[in-house]
């Protein structure tokens, strides 16, 4: 696995059943009082993460999934997070239901709203830089999901040429993306790693039923 050269490798991999790695993330959220608990799962862009928060969210009853890129829509690539504080996870921890619309979505007509229901168990925020410093008060639990970089950049441009993006698009945001990162090093307050490129690993592993565990990036 190619990571950069600021983020060391979590290997080595090993396989666990997904229900295992669900049990440990469960002990490490807790049961806060009066309200869902939350979990961040960061990453690089294309990196597995969405995949990684769906299966969790699947196998965990009263699951809620935000995606960062919803709350960023129209707004910055990477300058949201004051809004995902105000809008979505300063309500949940006040126990309120929200039904959140960020302000480019009253601005360019989008309809719909973010909602976390009321009675909802965990709330699941997943995206690049979702575990950063600012919003990390606000996290029970972080996860970093790590990848290839070539395997990403890969998956990343063949997804967005289904909807336009470009290859100088993506070159845009990843110039971004890795000084944000590089800044942050979110991977070093993650409490749980877990690989967005398994096949890469070489590690034998059922993809339907496992999931790939790193060694802690704690400093």
Known sequence: MITRPEEPLADPWTAHPLSEVIDELVALLGAPDGRPAVLGVDGRSAGGKSTIAQRL????????????????????????????????????????????????????????????????????????????????????????????????????????????????FWDQWDAEEIVVLAQDRPWERADLVLCGTPDLTGVAHDPATDALVGRSLRP
């Not at 976390?116 to 950063?132: D, Q």
């Not at 996860?143 to 040429?161: F, P, T």
Request: aromatic share 8%; glycine share 10%.
């Open 57 to 168: 969210a699947e196998a965990i009853p009263g699951s809620v999934v935000v995606h960062s890129d919803d709350v960023a829509w129209w707004e910055s690539f990477f300058g949201w997070d004051h809004l995902m504080a105000a809008g979505v996870l300063e309500p949940v921890h006040r126990g309120e239901a929200v039904r959140y619309r960020p302000p480019a979505w009253d601005a360019r007509g989008r309809e719909g709203a973010i909602e976390v229901p009321a009675g909802a168990r965990l709330v699941i925020v997943e995206g690049v830089a979702v575990t950063r410093r600012s919003l990390a008060g606000l996290l029970d639990a972080a996860v970093w999901v790590q990848s290839d970089v070539v395997e990403a950049r890969r998956r990343g441009l063949a997804r967005d040429a289904l909807t336009g993006g470009t290859e100088a």
